[in-house]
């Protein structure tokens, strides 16, 4: 299986997208919406301290009557960010996200995010794994 660096450098969309933790929800939500993306870091400076997403903004935003116009992204946000390195495996990234209910991680590399992971990340990764496994499976059988 390969490793969560493999994976970033195949990713179409590498960039790290990030809000300020002063920027209002609705500004993170134009930014998600635009980007087509799920997440967002919360970054101060290059460094992290949280994580916005769809989820977020449903169970403590929109759930609790905050307004997103008039709501800081660090009311709603993830304060307690998993993360992965660049190293470890996309079977860990899978167990962490399968255990903890999670569908983001950041990927950390000397103290700064250089990535972003999801969910739809992972389970792509590892279906295409599964895929050539299977194919190499069956030309070792049939001897093609």
Known sequence: MPTVRQLLAE????????VHPDQMVFEALE????????????MENDRMI???S???YARKGILEGRKAKSTPVTEVMTA????VTP?????DCMK?????HIRHLPVMENDRVIGLLSIGD?????????????QNLEQYITGY
């Open 11 to 18: 990713k179409s969309i590498n960039a790290v997208y990030a």
């Open 31 to 42: 930014m998600m919406s635009s980007r087509r993306l799920g997440a967002v870091m919360v």
């Open 50 to 52: 949280g994580i916005f």
């Open 54 to 56: 769809e989820r977020d």
């Open 80 to 83: 307690n960010v998993f993360v």
């Open 87 to 91: 190293d470890q495996g996309i079977e």
């Open 96 to 100: 962490l996200m399968s255990e903890k």
């Open 122 to 134: 992972i389970v792509t990764a590892m279906l295409h794994e599964q895929q050539n496994h299977i």
